[in-house]
């Protein structure tokens, strides 16, 4: 049997906290080939997450602690829908295909995702033309807007 214990969330917080992406992984798929991904994130505020797609499977996430924006986007760039979760929504799944952005609301939080398998990294074609990718400028810029952002929103530039 695998769990998630609160001290478990606590230390891969804490884990979060000090890495320089400030997430941390803890795997409930054995192998990366699984055809099931399973794994809990915890995700500190101030990581970045480009707006990205997965073309072959959905994305199902619930929040453990803490609380997650989530925005979906249309190909131009507009968002599509807002939700909190971790408030009034515990657990979304979006469909295959949906571009999508996460970002962290508080401290010490943990998100579960799970999607088909086996693990792909997300390729370059599936990552928004519009949004810096990781470690370039701009992405604090980004995520200061993904945070006001609402439905019908969109043109997002540096």
Request: hydrophobic share 40%; proline share 5%.
């Amino acid at each position: 049997m695998k769990s998630i214990t609160l001290n478990d969330m606590q230390k891969q917080s804490e884990a979060a906290a000090s890495s320089p992406r400030l997430r941390a992984h803890q795997n409930f798929h054995p192998e990366l080939s699984d055809p099931v991904q399973r794994l809990a994130v915890a995700m500190e505020p101030g990581t970045y997450v480009r707006p990205h797609r997965h073309p072959l499977t959905f994305e199902l996430l619930f929040a453990l602690r803490g609380r997650f924006l989530v925005l979906n986007f249309d190909d131009n760039g507009t968002v599509t829908h807002r939700v909190v979760l971790g408030e009034e929504c515990k657990a979304l799944e979006m469909d295959a295909g949906t571009w999508h952005t996460v970002l962290s609301l508080d401290h010490g939080g943990v998100i579960f995702e799970v999607k088909q398998g086996g693990y792909q990294p997300v390729a370059e074609k599936d990552y928004v033309s519009w949004a810096p990718a990781e470690g370039e400028k701009g992405t604090t810029e980004m995520m200061k807007w993904y945070a006001l952002a609402q439905v019908g929103d969109g043109g997002f530039t540096l």
